[in-house]
């Protein structure tokens, strides 16, 4: 198992460009989850999908960002136009409400993260 | 709504030393709760969670923690640092033990030699 593979690792872009940051969850895995970590706002839940239904949206900062799951197999997070201030480490995690609940594989698994920089 | 205090947002103890992270959580219903470790330029990983069923719980890398419902704490403890523990460590509250987690601010543990 390759575990939740985050693209690209790194980011670096000018204000104004279009960002997508990509997600592949691990395989059988139907719940997936952006989050964002900053210094001053910690972790963030951005949004969350359900069988690649979004259920909450409500961490999503603006208009400006957009996610979606076409397939159980792929995510992404869409920032356009980027800014300065979302610049962030963004992590997409994946789960299942499958298997034993008291044991540590029942939860989520987390990405390495994509770091993005916008200047 | 649910939220998890992290006091001291670094702590330094010596390698062989006892580990104390602290955690308070706020939740209107039972909750789930977790920590989780973060190494640098790493993702989150699972250390240990509760789930309404044994109240001190046994993790990974020898760390547990128990849930105190009285103190709505869930301190996380390890009797011995090692070196390779030094990371950052984040406490989580869930009211659906899956789901929105909601994170605190993280504690940044520091081993001295």
Redesign the interface.
Known sequence: DAG?IQSPRHEVTEMGQEVTLRCKPISGHD?L?WYRQTMMR??E?LI?FNNNVP??DSGMPEDRFSAKMPNASFSTLKIQPSEPRDSAVY?C?S?S?GGE??T?S????????TRLTVV | AQSVTQLGSHVSVSEGALVLLRCNYSSSVPPYLFWYVQYPNQGLQLLLKYTSAATLVKGINGFEAEFKKSETSFHLTKPSAHMSDAAEYFCAVSNTGFQKLVFGTGTRLLVSP
Do not use: K, M
């Not at chain 1, 029942?106 to 993260?113: D, R």
């Open positions: 939740v719940y989850f910690g972790l839940l969350y259920i909450d992590f995690a789960g409400r609940v008291r540590l029942y939860g989520y698994t987390f990405g390495s993260g």
